[in-house]
């Protein structure tokens, strides 16, 4: 359990925001309550009365120091990310604290590790950018397929998605990585992200039991591409998505995630299931759980807790996998994440 210490989050009323603060809450930690906006703050504290909100704003980087005074660590729930990492980054290394963000951006998270990863380190904080469910868990899972092996052929990530209402943030962030691909799509490979006009491939993948196979849009590139390369000597990583949940996505009038249980979440379900090949030699693993957003909340606490709490490989700006015992941070999760790890597959 959390120590009692305080742990900032920044846009603390959104969606994932408030999954956030309440796994906070659940953990034995004391959520500062963050966000531009005072009128949503305000409504936030009444649903829990006692806890401190601050308005801060990414354009001061005076109200950004004052939000964090006191926190132990920083998780930034608020994107676009373009917008919001940068700035709360250089806040957190001011304030000499690590910072963790649920980014699924490919280029927010590009910027984040090019632009930390000396002072970062220089300064023997944490940084973790894509600590959430796109980006953080396919790395922690890749991570642990690849058990013993340091380097592969290939990494495939396949989202099973039973649908995908997306927020508001979701899309807003669809749009300005959009932009900032000038409308281009963009696919990790021969080592590097390449930009391109190519249809998308749709094709069919063998999800293990019960989902079984699916109908998948190929080259639908999700955060994955930036952490699992990160720190795994790999050239190929493509992710899928489900055609159905990509549909979803990009319905003109996308509805938003509906609550269905005391939690919070959404009916929505998923099963990542990553397959990682080297040579001859083929290893896969799954997680299956209970919506996408909800899910993010404990892995960007989960990292929060392992952080302050000395359980780290490294330093500076890196990816789940590289900060964390993937196999011990991935179990610890059980009452979110079920595991499936074939036989033959280090776990
Ligand atoms: N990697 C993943 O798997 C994963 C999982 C969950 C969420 N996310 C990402 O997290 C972000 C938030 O998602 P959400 O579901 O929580 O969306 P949401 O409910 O729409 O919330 C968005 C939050 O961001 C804040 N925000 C946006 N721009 C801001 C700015 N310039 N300055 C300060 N705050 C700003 C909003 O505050 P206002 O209301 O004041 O605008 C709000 O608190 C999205 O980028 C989403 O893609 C990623």
Redesign the pocket.
Known sequence: MGSGQNVAV?????????FVVAELIERGYVPLLL???QD?LVALVAAHPGLAARQA??DDPASLDRALDGAAAVIN?????A??AGPLVEAALRAGIPYVD????IEANVDTFAHFADRARAAGTVVVP?M??????GDLLVTTAMGDWTAADEVHVAYGLSSWHP????L???VVSGQRRGGRRVRFTGGRLEYHDDALPTLEWPFPAPLGPQSVIGEFTM?DVVTVPSHLDVREVRTYMTAKAAADLGASDPSAPAAVDDRGRSAQTFVVDVLVRSGGAERRVAATGQD??AV?APLAVEAVDRILTGRTRTTGVASAGAVFDAPDFLRALSTHLSLHVPAGTRG
């Open positions: 920044f846009g603390a009323y959104g969606h994932t925001g408030r966000g531009r906006d949503k704003s990414v729930c608020a994107g676009p990310f917008t919001t649920v980014a699924a951006e894509a959430a469910f796109y980006g953080g868990l927020t508001t943030g979701t807003a962030s669809g955060a996408i957003y993010s």
